[in-house]
Structures are given as C-alpha cells and as structure tokens.
C-alpha cells in the first residue's frame, strides 16, 4: 500500500481543513487507517482510526468532537474532517495503513505503511 496525503494548509484558530490520504493497492479496503500527528520537536501522536470496516472508530481526547474520519473504499480515500482548529493542533498530519491486529490502534508499531505527511499551520 502507497499512501499520498494532502490537504493541509494554513488556516486560522477556529478554522476548518479536510485531509485526504489516497492509497494504492489491492489491500485498502482490508486495512485499518489512522491519522497521526508530529509538532516540532515532539514525538508523533495518534489522533484517529478506523477499522477495515469503518465501523470502529477512535480518537484521541485532543480532537474528540471537534476531528471526524471517514474511509471509501470504493476510492481508496481515507479523510480527516477537522473542525475548531487550534493553535495546538499546528503539526505534520501523516496517514497510516495496518493490516495487523497485534496492537492498539493507537499505536504507532501496528502500522505497516505510512504517507509523507501534510502539514496544517492553525495561527492564533
């Protein structure tokens, strides 16, 4: 699985962006899909995911509310639909693809393939 992440952007605090993370590969639609973070100088952060099936769904506390994905599978695509934005959530949002069960989805080591990140600058 290839992963191409886009939409970032800067926007202002309280603004709205929709990430998108296009993917190749036979195996999209049996893979679980997560969104993480990385601000400078901090670790990368999990945000959101979503099972094979699009019935789990997680985020972390940070974005609950305000952060929703989404997957097609019909177009490979999976989305995240980010609302509120705040100062705090400047970073580079990378997309990722599992097709493990071993962990949490909130756990960097379950995925397998991951994109080349998009960034999203929120001024305040």
């Known amino acids: 699985v290839q992963l191409q992440a886009s939409g970032g952007g800067l926007v202002q605090d309280g603004g709205s962006l929709r990430l998108s993370c296009s993917a190749s590969?036979?195996?999209?639609?049996?893979?679980?899909l997560g969104w993480f973070r990385q601000a400078p100088g901090k670790e990368r952060e999990f945000v959101a995911a979503?099972?094979?099936?699009?019935?789990?769904?997680y985020y972390a506390g940070s974005v609950k509310g305000r952060f929703t994905i989404s997957r097609d599978n019909a177009k490979n695509t999976v989305y995240l639909q980010m609302n509120s934005l705040k100062a705090e959530d400047t970073a580079v949002y990378y997309c990722?693809?599992?097709?493990?069960?071993?962990?949490?989805?909130?756990?960097?080591?379950?995925?397998?393939?991951w994109g080349q990140g998009t960034l999203v600058t929120v001024s305040s």
């Open positions: 979503i099972s094979w099936s699009g019935v789990g769904i």
């Open positions: 990722a693809a599992s097709r493990s069960s071993s962990s949490s989805y909130s756990d960097t080591g379950r995925y397998d393939y």
């Open positions: 590969g036979r195996t999209f639609s049996t893979s679980a």
